[in-house]
């Protein structure tokens, strides 16, 4: 039931959003367009939709601002679904932008098929079809900030992003229901978050498979994912070794999966197990975003302290900006840090920030990102005093122009 109410609000958030930007995804108004067939580079054309560029890397073919009934479209996957914008033999860099895709039945937003390369999708809302974007024997293509709303499809797929036999692609930062993956090679899912559909599931796989019947399976390699936040409480995974589940030192959060981290590193002392061999060796914490975070905490003991990451994709300067110890029931502040003048976290950077007793000695130190530590600072506090509440609380960051960057809360089951 909680399941349930979960999809059910998420869906109705977004159906507010979309009445509310008067079929507009973000603040642009869209037009209709019927479905558009580029088979070619010379096929970027304005009927087909471009409103600008030249082809180059530099000034890529735009296709922006539309609305597109799916329903009526062009047909693809063995001429049985019905495509928004299918795309097929092209090496022209082109960007598909702010496009709004629907339709009624089987059928796809965006298709890839054959040969395409340099493409990118951004921006874009799936809203309510079964399946969003396949990309099909093509490589080198980008899938970046989409939100899709899938509808569950009773004996078809309802996925939002597919890589058939597609390799070196990458799909980042994008949100929505249905699954997210395929059976392609070196390709890369980061900063996405995958919210359960319809009938509770939320699928991330890499996974083998063939293209007929009696041919032998295709072995998947290189594929990774990291930084994703699966957000079922009953998630289905699929994968098969050698593909990974972290970059190495960062994996994916799971909101089935209850870690512990009892050195406030804001990773899981133990893995996370994937149905169908695969592991996820580092799981995060707390769910990704792409800022300056509290990663993790180790709120006991005599030296206590706070992970702060820079997951964002460049360096910030936290002169002037605020760590505070909140009361998660009342919102009282009731502690406050204010960074030196100087203080700054580089892009994948980490600083850990010491209260309590043990640290009195310590030395703020500056030098790799990995090994940067800050003593002393608290405001209204002794030194030496202790900080954070050992049954739980939260942790704020502010900006330098007040501005609320991160909430986490913690628990005393997280960590000692």
């Known amino acids: ?157 309802s996925d939002a992003v597919v890589l058939l036999e597609s390799s070196n692609n990458t799909v980042y930062e994008n949100t929505g229901t249905g699954g997210f993956g395929g059976d392609g090679d070196n390709n890369t899912f980061y900063g996405n978050t995958i919210y359960p559909l319809a009938n509770g599931k939320v699928r991330a796989s890499l996974h083998d498979s063939s293209q007929h019947d009696n041919d032998p399976p295709r072995v998947t390699t290189g594929n990774r994912y990291f930084y994703n936040n699966l957000m079922g409480t009953s998630a289905t995974e699929e994968v098969t070794p050698p593909n990974h589940w972290d970059n190495a030192t960062e994996g994916n959060y799971w909101s089935n999966f209850s870690g512990w981290d009892a050195n406030g590193d804001g990773i899981s002392d133990s893995p996370h197990k994937i149905e169908g061999g695969g592991v996820d060796r580092y799981p995060l914490m707390r769910p990704w975003k792409s800022s300056v975070v509290a990663m993790g905490i180790k709120f006991t003991g005599p030296d206590e302290f706070v992970t702060i990451a820079n997951w964002s994709q460049e360096d910030v300067n936290l002169t002037g900006w605020k760590l505070q110890a909140v009361n998660p029931e009342t919102g009282e502040v009731q502690h406050t840090l204010v960074f030196p003048s100087g203080c700054s976290l580089p892009k994948d950077g980490k600083l850990r920030v010491h209260s309590g007793p043990g640290p009195m000695t310590g030395q703020n130190t500056s030098g790799s990102p990995s090994k940067t530590d800050l003593y002393g600072q608290w405001q ?3 030194e030496g005093s202790y900080v954070w509440n050992d049954l739980g609380g939260m942790v704020r960051i502010v900006n330098a122009d007040g501005k609320v960057i991160d909430e986490y809360e913690y628990h005393w089951w997280m960590g000692q």
């Open 380 to 382: 209204d506090l002794a």
């Open 1 to 157: 039931m909680i399941q349930k109410l979960v999809v059910m609000l998420f869906l109705t958030v977004l159906t507010f959003a979309l009445l509310g930007t008067a079929q507009g995804v973000g603040d642009t108004i869209l037009k209709p367009h019927a479905p558009i067939y580029i088979n070619g580079n010379s096929d970027f054309t304005t009927e087909n939709g471009v409103v600008s560029g030249s082809g180059t890397e530099d000034d890529p073919y735009i296709i922006e601002g539309w609305e597109i009934d799916c329903t009526t479209g062009w047909h693809g996957h063995n001429d049985i679904r019905n495509v928004g914008i299918l795309v097929a033999k092209t090496s022209a860099y082109f960007v598909i932008r702010k496009v709004r895709f629907f339709g009624e039945g089987a059928v796809i937003g965006t298709l890839f098929h054959d040969t395409v390369t340099h493409g990118r999708i951004e921006d874009c809302l799936f809203d309510k079809i079964p399946l969003g974007i396949q990309i099909q024997f093509s490589h080198g293509n980008a899938i970046a900030r989409n939100t899709f709303v899938i509808r569950y499809f009773q004996g078809g797929g």
